[in-house]
């Protein structure tokens, strides 16, 4: 005689529905958005099918679309003009820049958003790294870079960001973030810290869509060893010691097993950002008739929540919110 079937749980909807671990609602997800300068530009990233380059104006209806949806935060990332950029990354600190003017826009025009800001040099920088470059060695300088960082981060807040997002790996950014910002008067905007930000292959359609990519070198010296885990925990300890509110995973998918290591271990919510590599197979083998699309959306969403995420910064914030509205 069989006493333990679990398929009894499972049986029809409303007895799954009322088992059911794992909720995910558009309130969870923030949607990353790329703007460009102009007006009525709307310029399709051809790597992530549905994603354009947006400017202003088309940036803030997309805005209003998103949260009409449900879908509370956006994320900005500015793709500038090449003739912008310098070694020592100035446009980054600009407050009449690209950045700052969407901030202000989005801010302006859907009161009720949030707007995460991105604190990193790569969209600014002639090298093309998140840090400035030593002309002569090559080297990440880390400190000399912290002082731009916090200008920028500071900016951002004057501009309205209610959430900065550190992304560039520098050692001690957050607490330097921090300080500028309490010294500013800014003790209410967080800090969502890019705690555990992987050297990924996933990045690809991402740098394509900012044309960011080092021009030399590559990012390893301060972007984590995808064969590491434990390093992630000792980020992360920094990094709530310095002042974060949120920690963040990226990529997402690869890496769910340190989603759940940090869960497990912060006293502050988690969150993963699920990248453009991930988004950019998802869609093309939908488009192949490999894969049922909205299914393996709302499951790998799933997963991030499962795994202990409490905000996921994805590509599929909109189409998820409108499958989940239905």
Request: charged share 25%; aromatic share 8%; hydrophobic share 40%.
């Amino acid at each position: 005689m069989i006493f333990h079937r679990p398929r009894r749980n499972r049986q029809n909807e409303v007895i799954r529905s009322m088992v059911k671990e794992t909720f995910l609602l558009p309130e969870h997800f923030i949607a990353p958005l790329f703007v460009i300068e102009g007006k009525n530009q709307i310029i399709p990233i051809k790597s992530m099918p549905g994603h354009s380059r947006l400017s202003i104006d088309e940036l803030i209806k997309e805005a209003k679309e998103l949260y009409s949806l449900g879908v509370k935060c956006v994320a900005l990332f500015p793709a500038i003009d090449d003739k912008l950029k310098t070694p020592d990354a100035r446009e980054a600190y600009n407050r009449e820049g690209l950045n700052f003017r969407a901030i202000r826009a989005i801010k302006e025009s859907v009161p009720g958003m949030l707007v995460m800001a991105d604190v990193a040099l790569d969209p600014y920088s002639s090298e093309g790294h998140d840090g400035l470059v030593d002309p002569k060695t090559g080297e990440i300088l880390n400190d000399p870079t912290l002082d731009i960082l916090a200008k920028q981060a500071v900016c951002e807040a004057h501009a309205g960001a209610d959430i900065i997002g550190p992304s560039d790996m520098m050692d001690g950014r957050v607490g330097h973030i921090r300080r500028a910002l309490d010294e500013s008067s800014f003790q209410n905007t967080l800090i969502m810290s890019y705690t555990a930000k992987y050297a990924s292959a996933y990045y690809g359609p991402f740098r394509e869509a900012l044309d960011s990519a080092p021009k030399k070198g590559d990012k390893k010296t301060y972007q984590m060893d995808p064969a590491n885990s434990t390093e992630a925990l000792r980020e992360a300890e920094l990094d709530i010691e310095e002042g974060a509110d949120i920690l963040m995973v990226k990529p997402g998918l690869p890496y769910l097993d340190i989603i759940y290591r940090l869960k497990e271990m912060s006293p502050i919510p988690v969150a993963a950002y699920n990248v453009s590599g991930e988004y950019a197979m998802v869609k093309a083998a939908a488009q192949n008739g490999w894969i049922d699309n909205d299914k393996v959306i709302l499951e790998t969403l799933t997963s991030f929540r499962r795994a202990g995420a409490d905000i996921i910064l994805t590509y599929f914030a909109k189409e998820a919110a409108r499958l989940l509205n239905r």
